[in-house]
């Protein structure tokens, strides 16, 4: 058996969780104080993701970067290719909040939006 611990941020709790594994499986989560913490716990040792936040260079426009973020969250493991396709990203003003930067970022599926806007000189 196979014991992993963890520290839950599907709250601002915080709650030290503990995860019983067993053979790649997941046999039981303890520790949380609420049932956001089993599913993160679950999901965390067996498929991480995150959500990506960043900035995006602007051309032409009142701003010379815009912050951005993936839509939904991502694999952890395709965090740095994520990085590299939004480092390369340049975008013209104007940009509104929400607007997709970059469509299926590193092949997930997933979009990445404006969360800040740039209006044109």
Request: glycine share 6%; charged share 25%.
């Amino acid at each position: 058996m196979e014991i992993k611990e963890l520290i839950c941020i599907g709250c601002p709790l915080g709650c030290s969780l503990k995860v019983e594994m067993e053979n790649g499986q997941v046999k039981s989560v303890s520790g949380n104080t609420c049932p956001r913490g089993d599913a993160y716990a679950r999901k965390e040792v067996v498929n991480p993701t995150r959500i990506v936040t960043s900035t995006v260079k602007v051309t032409n426009g009142d701003r010379p970067y815009i912050s951005v973020k993936t839509k939904t969250d991502i694999p952890k493991s395709k965090i740095f290719e994520c990085m590299k396709e939004i480092n390369n990203a340049v975008v013209e003003a104007p940009v509104s909040i929400g607007d997709v930067i970059i469509e299926d970022v590193a092949n997930t599926g997933v979009s990445v939006i404006a969360t800040r806007n740039a209006f044109a000189n």
